[in-house]
């Protein structure tokens, strides 16, 4: 499957922005799907994940309650919708899949990942 991240921008803080991930080559129903996001000098870390169903979600602590992850297996998409924005969100955000019967949140779990879109948020 070839992911394509996309729907980063700059944004004021408390702003909203929902990042798109579209899938193609492989239907998206057949995996887990997940945001990571990283800034230079650090590693990549796990944002949000959703189960092939979307019947399982799990968030990082630090986006919990103003994040939110969706999927929508007929349009081969995954979205995040991100609100309450801080300064210390930005980062390049990826879209990550992954066959895995569980939800995992680690990024050595993923297999397929996309090219990153940047989010920058000003303070």
């Known amino acids: 499957v070839q992911l394509q991240a996309s729907g980063g921008g700059l944004v004021q803080a408390g702003g909203s922005l929902r990042l798109s991930c579209a899938a193609s080559g492989r239907a998206v129903v057949n995996y887990n799907m997940a945001w990571f996001r990283q800034t230079p000098g650090k590693e990549r870390e796990f944002v949000a994940a959703v189960s092939w169903s979307g019947g399982s979600i799990k968030y990082a602590d630090s986006v919990k309650g103003r994040f939110t992850i969706s999927r929508d297996n007929a349009k081969n998409m995954v979205y995040l919708q991100l609100t309450s924005l801080k300064p210390e969100d930005t980062a390049v955000y990826y879209c990550?899949?992954?066959?895995?019967?569980?939800?995992?949140?680690?990024?050595?779990?993923?297999?397929?990942w996309g090219q990153g879109t940047l989010v920058t948020v000003s303070s």
């Open positions: 990550a899949g992954d066959r895995s019967p569980f939800v995992e949140i680690t990024q050595n779990e993923y297999d397929y």
